[in-house]
């Protein structure tokens, strides 16, 4: 008769081990830029703002995460942002020029993490200014896009308004505060971007999908948080 008991121990110590496995995955896995794992944003939106900082990714290596997740409990936002920020490593090695825009809905949370190569351009007070001007506004009121959309503006504003970050094959982006719809709004945006970057919009996409992970960047700490 074969001796069952080796087998049984070995599922047993399975079950023991998995749930101490699946309870260390606190924070999402992320691949493309715009991450919504609440269902707030449209498969459009989510469309426009990767093609924006996809094209930031191009003209300067600076990696922004979007990510919109229901909570950050139990670790809190703070400490959600930094796991996450350094487990996706958003930002280049050696460079660490990862951004990311985090939003809490059921919490009604939001922090802006800043990566250590960025810090001197996205200081704590500005990024928390950024924040509080164009998130919290829209967030308050249920409109995730266009406070995310204007979030990322800003900061795309602010990581290229030096020259000398912009790559030498690089088109710099420039963005306007338009009062329009959300549909016409970002239909404008592409048709400029379209313009401004001779057509690339359109394999955006796909470079998007075959661009590999985020670099490897850390975190530095810094940045800003609030509430709507």
């Not at 609440?38 to 600076?62: A, K, N, R």
């Not at 509080?132 to 995730?144: I, K, Q, V």
């Not at 359109?202 to 670099?215: E, V």
Request: charged share 20%; glycine share 12%.
């Amino acid at each position: 008769m074969i001796d069952k008991r080796p087998l049984l121990a070995t599922i047993a110590l399975a079950f023991l081990i998995c749930p101490v496995v699946s309870g260390a995955q606190a924070v999402p896995e992320i691949y493309l830029y715009a991450n919504d794992f609440v269902g707030v944003l449209t498969y459009d939106e989510i469309g426009m703002l990767d093609e924006i900082c996809y094209e930031l990714d191009q003209v300067t290596s600076d990696e922004i995460a979007i990510v919109i997740v229901n909570t950050t409990q139990p670790e809190g936002i703070n400490l959600f942002a930094v796991e996450l920020f350094e487990e996706s490593g958003i930002g280049k090695e050696d460079l660490d020029n990862g951004v990311l825009i985090l939003v809490s809905t059921d919490e009604g949370l939001w922090r802006i993490e800043v990566g250590y190569g960025l810090e001197g351009i996205l200081n704590d007070a500005k990024v928390g200014d950024i924040g509080r001007e164009n998130l919290e506004p829209y967030l308050a009121d249920g409109d995730y896009y266009p406070g995310i959309f204007y979030t990322l503006a800003a900061l795309v504003t602010e990581l290229t308004n030096d020259p000398d970050r912009i790559n030498e094959d690089g088109y710099d982006v420039e963005f306007f505060r338009l009062d329009y719809w959300q549909l016409a709004l970002a239909i404008s945006v592409i048709i400029v971007v379209g313009v401004l970057t001779k057509g690339r919009v359109f394999f955006w996409i796909g470079g998007i999908i075959t661009r590999g992970r985020f670099g490897g960047g850390r975190s530095g700490g810094g940045g800003a948080k609030g509430r709507f």
